[in-house]
């Protein structure tokens, strides 16, 4: 059960990008190619020659770094083109896809809590975030938030076979460098801050504490869990985000935005909790490929 906490709580960590980001101000492509620089910080530390002998574990790091580069990228096109809650209803269509994905891609048991679990999830988060007045008219929107999606679940996956070879601190620290120079490749002179002022520093608190920390302490329990209950855990994200909206923003939940709320909860522990054979363990020495 330990593994699941850490996956709830990298999760969790994610939803506070908000505390840091809100009281930057800077554009979605600045903010996050600021955070892959933040996020590559420890990377001479963390580098080490044997884990890229595993060729399958070396493969996934490169595949999450344009993965997690094209998932930022279309997710932040999408907040900025349309409602902010056809695109995190459509990007949060990842757990459904990851769910059917699995046993195909990475030969996970097929988790029926999980089939079944992540529509149910997808409807409390719509309680919870509510529907904008005419937000599920724009079909681009929808469209972009549901690629970011299937990049996202791009991400899961390559992160479980990362983790044959490479620590969880190491997989955050290493992919980030190749997704801001595939950012500064699609977006070109806009990912770059207009100063190098306290906004920076605020950006690179939330890549510290939410990006590092948070995918870290994912990483290090997706090691031990289905990759399809993780992804239900991770709808934890959007109720943290709205929590710390209504909390330190003054956004009001309102009774349905609490019922979605309990329902995600619900859902999330009923998927985490269902009985399963003991999962086989990431091998902790490189692989040769």
């Given amino acids: 059960m330990k593994s699941f906490v850490m996956v709830a709580a990298g999760a969790a960590l994610w939803g506070c990008w908000s505390l840091f980001l809100r009281p930057a101000g800077l554009s979605g492509p600045q903010s996050a190619w600021l955070s892959m620089l933040f996020m590559a910080l420890p990377a001479p530390f963390v580098l080490r020659r044997e884990a890229f002998r595993d060729r399958r574990a070396t493969?996934?790091?490169?595949?999450?770094a344009v993965c997690d580069a094209a998932n930022a990228a279309l997710f932040f096109a999408a907040i900025q083109r349309g409602p902010v809650a056809v695109a995190v209803l459509t990007h949060y269509l990842a757990p459904l896809f990851i769910a059917l994905a699995a046993p195909?891609?990475?030969?996970?048991?097929?988790?029926?809590?999980?089939?079944?679990?992540?529509?149910?999830?997808?409807?409390?988060?719509?309680?919870?975030?509510?529907?904008?007045?005419?937000?599920?008219?724009?079909?681009?929107?929808?469209?972009?938030?549901?690629?970011?999606?299937?990049?996202?679940?791009?991400?899961?996956?390559?992160?479980?076979?990362?983790?044959?070879?490479?620590?969880?601190?190491?997989?955050?620290?290493?992919?980030a460098p190749l997704s801001a120079g595939v950012l500064l490749l699609a977006f070109g002179h806009d990912v770059l801050p207009p100063a190098?002022?306290?906004?920076?520093?605020?950006?690179?608190?939330?890549?510290?504490?939410?990006?590092?920390?948070?995918?870290?302490?994912?990483?290090?329990?997706?090691?031990?869990?289905?990759?399809?209950?993780?992804?239900?855990?991770?709808?934890?994200?959007?109720?943290?985000?709205?929590?710390?909206?209504?909390?330190?923003?003054?956004?009001?939940?309102?009774?349905?935005g609490l019922l979605g709320g309990v329902l995600v909860l619900v859902a999330g522990v009923w998927v985490a909790s269902e009985a399963r054979g003991s999962p086989r363990p990431a091998p902790l020495a490189p692989e040769a490929g």
């Avoid at 975030?129 to 390559?158: I, K, Y």
């Fill in 104 to 175: 195909v891609l990475i030969g996970e048991r097929r988790s029926m809590r999980a089939v079944v679990g992540a529509p149910l999830t997808l409807a409390g988060l719509a309680l919870l975030l509510g529907a904008a007045p005419g937000g599920f008219s724009d079909p681009r929107t929808a469209l972009l938030g549901g690629a970011s999606a299937l990049f996202f679940m791009a991400n899961v996956l390559a992160i479980k076979e990362a983790g044959r070879a490479f620590s969880p601190l190491a997989i955050s620290a290493l992919h």
């Fill in 59 to 64: 493969v996934a790091l490169g595949v999450l």
């Fill in 196 to 256: 190098l002022d306290a906004r920076v520093l605020w950006v690179g608190g939330g890549a510290l504490l939410c990006g590092l920390v948070g995918n870290s302490v994912f990483t290090a329990g997706l090691r031990q869990v289905p990759a399809a209950s993780a992804a239900a855990l991770t709808y934890l994200e959007p109720l943290t985000a709205a929590l710390v909206g209504w909390l330190v923003f003054g956004e009001r939940l309102g009774a349905p």
